[in-house]
Nanobody
Framework: QVQLVESGGGLVQPGGSLRLSCAASGSTTRNTMGWYRRAPGKERELVATITSSGRTNYADFVKGRFTISRGNGENTVYLQMNSLKPEDTAVYYC??????????WGHGTQITVSS
């Protein structure tokens, strides 16, 4: 089974940048990888996904600001977050989806955007 560990969270000021990392215990080369988030008082929502072929998909509220990418080893996924807003404050979760549509979730990392 795939295990996912997120890192890179923290406190940043509005307009700042942060990069999240998601490391998988096993190969995720054939999997779709993604990031979800849960903001205070809201349910978990999609942020971005990247397929095994490199096709990306973004939520409207992060388009032009966030970039999802895979590492060279294909078992790591990143989320580069620029122009951060207070509304981006949330716990961010990494997800890995197998070709047979089995989902694996990380335990989340806190992002706080505040001045």
């Amino acid at each position: 089974q795939v295990q996912l560990v997120e890192s890179g969270g923290g406190l940043v000021q509005p307009g700042g940048s942060l990069r999240l990392s998601c490391a998988a215990s096993g190969s995720t080369t054939r999997n779709t990888m993604g990031w979800y988030r849960r903001a205070p008082g809201k349910e978990r929502e999609l942020v971005a996904t990247i397929t095994s072929s490199g096709r990306t998909n973004y939520a409207d509220f992060v388009k032009g600001r966030f970039t999802i990418s895979r590492g060279n080893g294909e078992n790591t996924v990143y989320l580069q977050m620029n122009s951060l807003k207070p509304e981006d404050t949330a716990v961010y979760y990494c997800i890995s989806i197998t070709p047979t549509f089995i989902n694996y979730w990380g335990h989340g990392t806190q992002i706080t955007v505040s001045s």
